[in-house]
Each structure stands twice: as C-alpha cells, then as structure tokens.
T-cell receptor
Framework: SQQGEEDPQALSIQEGENATMNCSYK?????LQWYRQNSGRGLVHLIL?????REKHSGRLRVTLDTSKKSSSLLITASRAADTASYFC?????????????FGKGTKLSVIP | DAGITQSPRHKVTETGTPVTLRCHQT?????MYWYRQDPGHGLRLIHY???????DKGEVSDGYSVSRSKTEDFLLTLESATSSQTSVYFC?????????????FGPGTRLLVL
C-alpha cells in the first residue's frame, strides 16, 4: 500500500510562478525524499529531509516537513519549462530498514512557457 | 544516470512465456531494487537485494523471482508472463551507510505482454 500520497495529482502553472506540491504519509519515518521523473525516464533524487528537520533548501527547491501532521511540501520557485515532470515523495521507515523507500503516486507538473 | 543500465529497454512477449530483465551497475552499490510503475499506482517495489545472493520480497512480488550472483547484476524473471505484468520496470541502486538512503534509478524497461 502507498505510504505517501501527493496532492494535487496534476498542476499547471505559467513559467516564473511558484509550484507547491504536498505529500501526506501514514506511519513514522526516518526521512522523506522527493524525486523527479521526466517523461520516459527514470527517477532522479532531488532532496532528502530527515525526521528531525523542519525545512531544507536546495537551489530553487524548498522542502518542509511537519511530522506532527505527517506531511511534507515541495516548493519550486521561479519555475521553468524544464521543471515540467512528475514529482514523487518517498518515505523511509525508522530503524534498520531505512534503505527501503515507499513511493507515492506523484504530482504531474506542467510549466507553460 | 549513475552507472545503471537495464536491458532490454523494450520488450514485447506473449502470455505464458518466461522473461528476464537485467540490471547492471558500475557503482559497486550494496542494495539493488526492482520496481514496477503503472498509471494510478505509482512506483511499487517488487524485490530487492542487500548483497550477493541476499534478496527479499517487496510489495508486489507474486509472479516474479530475482537473482543476484554478482554485485553488479540483478536479474528479474517473470516465470510465466501475464498481461497484468505489462508495465514499466525500473531498477534502482543505493549504497551503504549514509549512501544507502538515496536511490539512483536506471532508464527503465517497457514490457508489453500480449
């Protein structure tokens, strides 16, 4: 069963706007990760946030984590057409099995030039 | 793509035939995974390996078997392919220690079972 659920399922914005995607999960985690998938390609790791962190930045990406609400958000600022892709959150369980990830179903982002 | 190849990249087969997909890595990473990706289901784990000859089942392992005789190769076998196994299959790898947390994905194999 899916651990993470992304919201919205699809998002369409104009180039230059910000894009926000959300992820909710059900059980305790060691960390939460975001991945990007361009059409017809494999997933690419974007950012990892640990359960004891609240916010993390990487370039134009900002990730927040609220463990009390079991939710995370991914913000892409000043979006570009090249950001068009599907974005997936993935959760890692606490303990020895933290290498095993459970992926959500993804948010499909379209950035219109 | 971090030194991961999958073969074949595309395959069409008939129901009831055996199919083997290969994942090859040049990163010497400990962990290897097989996922399938289907519309409406996202990415689901089939099997994974935590070392040579060490494998375990994932969420959707029925109808699949795996083998890992060398660090660099992880094979996924569909013993008798069914139409429900039509999917895109991704291999992924992750390292040890701090590097085990992030997974690196191959380009995928599109499998059509007629």
């Amino acid at each position: 069963s899916q651990q993470g659920e992304e919201d919205p399922q699809a998002l369409s914005i104009q180039e230059g706007e910000n894009a926000t995607m959300n992820c909710s999960y059900k059980t305790s985690i060691n960390n939460l990760q975001w991945y990007r998938q361009n059409s017809g390609r494999g997933l690419v790791h974007l950012i990892l946030i640990r359960s004891n962190e609240r916010e993390k930045h990487s370039g134009r990406l900002r990730v927040t984590l609220d463990t009390s609400k079991k939710s995370s958000s991914l913000l892409i600022t000043a979006s570009r057409a090249a950001d068009t892709a599907s974005y997936f959150c993935a959760t890692a369980p606490p303990g020895a099995g933290s290498y095993q990830l459970t992926f959500g179903k993804g948010t499909k982002l379209s950035v219109i030039p | 793509d971090a030194g991961i190849t999958q073969s074949p990249r595309h395959k069409v087969t008939e129901t009831g035939t055996p199919v083997t997909l290969r994942c090859h890595q040049t990163e010497n990473h400990r962990y290897m995974y097989w996922y399938r990706q289907d519309p409406g289901h996202g990415l689901r784990l089939i099997h994974y390996s935590y070392g040579v000859k060490d494998t375990d089942k994932g969420e959707v392992s029925d109808g699949y078997s795996v083998s890992r005789s060398k660090t660099e190769d992880f094979l996924l076998t569909l013993e008798s392919a069914t139409s429900s196994q039509t999917s895109v299959y991704f291999c992924a790898i992750s390292g040890s220690g701090a590097r085990e947390e992030t997974q690196y994905f191959g380009p995928g194999t599109r499998l059509l079972v007629l």
